[in-house]
Nanobody, 123 residues
Framework: QVQLVESGGGLVQEGDSLTISCAFS????????VGWFRRAPGKERKYVAS????????FYTDSVKGRFTISRDNAKNTVTLVMNNLKSEDTAVYYC????????????????WGQGTQVTVSS
């Protein structure tokens, strides 16, 4: 069974950087594509970024392009999301998700989910 655990969230100021991570456990990590999603207060969960099985392809939603970078380390079973130049509208709970298929969302295309990590950006 796949398990995902996010870490690294916190409170930062606008313009700061933050890195969040997702630790994967279960069957072969490199068989799974991984995505990050976020849910802002009072809003639906939305796609942020995803990475394919080998790390050679990535997708980003337009609002984070050029600011966020997703990467993976298949030797360590981890995926990270480096978030630069954070804005108040990036405040959300960030979720890691995995699936054997590689896509740019929506969340219905990802089978396994973590519990989320809170990222708060103060203005």
């Amino acid at each position: 069974q796949v398990q995902l655990v996010e870490s690294g969230g916190g409170l930062v100021q606008e313009g700061d950087s933050l890195t969040i991570s997702c630790a994967f456990s279960g069957p072969t990590f490199s068989d799974y594509a991984v995505g990050w999603f976020r849910r802002a207060p009072g809003k639906e969960r939305k796609y942020v970024a995803s990475i394919n099985w080998t790390g050679t392809s990535t997708f980003y939603t337009d609002s984070v392009k050029g600011r966020f970078t997703i990467s993976r380390d298949n030797a360590k079973n981890t995926v990270t999301l480096v978030m630069n130049n954070l804005k108040s509208e990036d405040t959300a709970v960030y979720y890691c998700a995995a699936d054997r298929r590689y896509s740019s969302g929506p969340d219905t295309l990802f089978r396994f989910w973590g519990q989320g990590t809170q990222v708060t950006v103060s203005s």
